[in-house]
């Protein structure tokens, strides 16, 4: 295989251009261009997904002249982005672009990309405020931040991120991303002391409970406690496992992500898990994410006229017995 014939230029090793080597008076012929073959620990040239970023220093020093560099953007392996940054592999628009205004991938949109949840998927952008970029950024962006400096990966760190949410997001939204960015240990909560300079951002951290696993889980919880109900997340039950809400003693919510709940296997293991809730005496009740995020008013009624008539605690002789199941009481 030549590279010139390759789509995915970090399978060119360049051992076709060993073996016959092009004469030097086609520069653009593809096997004389060496993209970088793998990344080591500690480079400078950050992979986002499958979209890896360079910058002229990288690439010069594993070997490639400027007369390469200019020749891989001529023939596509690689794409130039601004002065002196390059991206290779499958085109990653939003990325891409925010480093050719000079602006950084930040608040949900950086959250997002780090794997922490969040509620709403628009487009955030930061732009230094002491740099130059083009005044185009703020016309395809949604949100636009200001702040100091830019990433070299063009997405902004989570601590970064968190501390433009705090200021752009809805207080509930907020909360949703630390409970996620905890859970995942993307952050410890001792660094997340920025937050206590807004209102928002000190309710979320009074809030925050790093047991939720995502915003599904995070909305249910303060939304009914906010109503007085005891609810408690990811509440462990001998022969099922935890679940991810126990309200009052007995009745269970399981907030089902599309991702895991879509496949006939995780719908027959959610079937069991059911069957054995309800064998224990509990009351399963299960959501996704239409019915949490767009439907909530209708999923609140049905777990209020639940709890008004008290069928979320347990009574008599099962209350007593509850109370030596670990997880109850
Ligand atoms: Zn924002």
Do not use: N
């Not at 390059?86 to 990653?92: C, F, I, L, R, V």
């Not at 696993?213 to 462990?236: A, D, F």
Request: aromatic share 4%.
């Amino acid at each position: 295989m030549t590279a010139g014939c390759c789509s995915h230029p970090k399978r060119c090793t360049g051992k076709a251009a060993a073996s016959s080597p092009p004469p030097r008076a086609r520069p653009e012929h593809a096997p004389q261009i060496r993209l970088p073959p793998r990344r080591r620990r500690g480079d400078p040239a950050k992979v986002t997904g499958m979209t890896a970023l360079h910058t002229t220093s990288t690439l010069r020093s594993r070997g490639m002249t400027a007369r390469q560099i200019r020749s891989a953007v001529d023939i596509g392996m690689l794409r130039r982005l601004r002065v002196g940054q390059y991206a290779s592999g499958p085109h990653d628009e939003p990325l891409e672009a925010a480093i050719a205004f000079g602006a950084t991938l930040t608040c949900a949109s950086a959250l997002q990309r780090k794997g922490v949840w969040v509620l709403e998927r628009t487009e955030h952008l930061r732009l230094d405020q002491s740099g130059h970029q083009s005044r185009g950024a703020l016309r395809g962006a949604r949100r636009v931040h200001w702040g100091q400096g830019t990433s070299l990966d063009g997405v902004d760190d989570v601590a970064t991120a968190l501390l433009c949410a705090q200021r752009c997001m809805g207080r509930e939204a907020l909360l949703c991303s630390i409970d996620s960015a905890l859970h995942q240990r993307r952050i410890t909560r001792s660094h997340l002391g920025f937050l206590s300079g807004t209102s928002e951002g000190r309710w979320a951290l009074r809030s925050s409970d790093a047991r939720s696993e995502s915003g599904l889980e995070t909305l249910p919880r303060v939304r009914l406690r906010r109503l007085g109900i005891r609810v408690r997340p990811q509440v462990p039950f001998p022969g099922v496992g935890r679940v991810d809400l126990l309200i009052g003693d007995r009745l269970v919510l399981e907030l089902d992500g599309d991702e895991w709940h879509s496949t006939p296997e995780s719908r027959e293991s959610d079937r069991r898990r059911d069957a054995a809730l309800i064998a224990m005496g509990c009351l399963p009740l299960r959501a996704g994410f239409t019915r949490v995020v767009h439907h909530w008013p209708a999923l609140e009624r049905q777990v209020l006229e639940i709890v008004r008539r008290d069928e979320h605690h347990w009574h008599g002789r099962r209350r007593r017995e509850a109370l030596d199941v670990p997880g109850f009481g």
